[in-house]
C-alpha cells in the first residue's frame, strides 16, 4: 500500500504546475531545477519505501538544524536553552526584528539566529573544522553513511552572500548570546547549511525520532526521550518558520524545512519521512514537499493529532 501511496503521490508532483520559487538569493541554489520531486520513507520495521528522486543528493540547508541541536544538546544540555527559547517567532526565518525587541535572544533554535546561536555553543573553542565536524560525525552516524558530506561549492556560495546571517551574529554578539569569534561560528553554520544528502539519507537520519531518541539499528540511545519528544515539539511548532501553524493544521507532523527544498517529518512509532523538492512557498518552505506530506498524513492517518482508534 505505501509503495503505491508514495508512487502515486510523485507522480502528482512530478506533474504539477505550480512548483514554487528556488531560492535564488544563494547563488548555487538557484542553479537547481525545480523540475525535482523526492521522497522517502522509512517506517518503524525498517522498511524503506521511496519514489522519484529520491536517491539525488540537494543541499539539506535549515534541516540541518535539527542534528545542531541534537549535537549541542549531547553537548552542552540544558545549557542550550539559555541561548535560545522555545517558542514560535511568528517571523521571516531571517528576521532581526525580534531581536532587538528581546535584548538579542532568539526565540527558538529553528529561525535563522537560533541555529547560529546553537552553532556558537558546538564551535566553542574549536577550529572551524572541528564544529563542522562533529555535525556531520553525527549525521553520518544516524543515517549510517560515511558518504555523506558537504557541498563546498554551495558553502561557499552561502558565505559570499550571508550578509544577514552575518548582522544576525553581530547582533547577537552584542548582546553575549554568541561567544566566541562570529566569523568562526559562521564559517561552521555556512558548512553545517551546505551538508548534502538525499531523501532515503535523510530519512534514515531522521529514525531516532521516530523511536523515541534511540537509534533503531544499534539500540543506542542518541537522545533521551524525553529530549526527543521536546525536539519533535519544536519541529511541530517553529520547524516552518512563520508557516508553522498552517503547516501543523494541514500535515499534523513534528517536521523541519530547509530553503533547499527538503522537508524531515516525523509521525512518531511509525516513519521518518523526507520530501524535496526544490520550488519554495513565499514563508521560504518546499511547495509541493508541504503538499506531498499532506496527502501522505492523511492517507496513512499520521497526522499527529488523529484521535485514537476505539477500544
Known sequence: MLDTLIADIAARMATAPDRGQVARYIPE???????????????????????????LSFSIQSVSKVFALVEALQAHGERVWQRVGREPSGSAFNSI?????????????????????VTDLIAEGNEPREGIGAILRLVRSLAGDDTINVDGAVAYSEAATGFRNAALANYMRSFGMIAGPVETTLQVYFHQC???????????????????????????????????????????????????????FEVGLPAKSGVGGGIL???PGRASIAVWSPGLSPQGNS?????????????????????????
Open 265 to 267: 517529518a516525523i509521525a
Open 287 to 311: 511547495l509541493l514537499g508541504t503538499k506531498a506530506l499532506e496527502e501522505l498524513s492523511r492517507a496513512m492517518g499520521w497526522n499527529v493529532f488523529n484521535p485514537p482508534p476505539a477500544c
Open 194 to 248: 551546505a551538508i548534502a544528502m538525499s531523501c532515503r539519507q535523510l530519512a534514515r537520519a531522521g529514525r531516532f525520532l521516530m523511536h523515541a531518541g534511540r537509534c533503531p539499528t544499534s539500540g543506542k540511545p542518541i537522545v533521551s526521550p524525553e529530549r526527543a519528544r521536546r525536539i519533535a515539539a519544536l519541529m511541530l511548532t517553529c520547524g516552518h518558520y512563520d508557516a508553522s501553524g498552517e503547516f501543523a
Open 97 to 117: 526584528i525580534q531581536l532587538e525587541l528581546e535584548q538579542g535572544r532568539p526565540r527558538n533554535p529553528f529561525i535563522n539566529a537560533g541555529a547560529i546561536a
Open 29 to 55: 541554489l538557484a542553479k537547481v531545477s525545480p523540475a525535482h520531486f523526492g521522497i522517502a520513507v522509512v517506517t518503524a520495521d525498517g522498511r524503506e519505501h521511496v519514489a522519484g528522486d529520491a536517491d
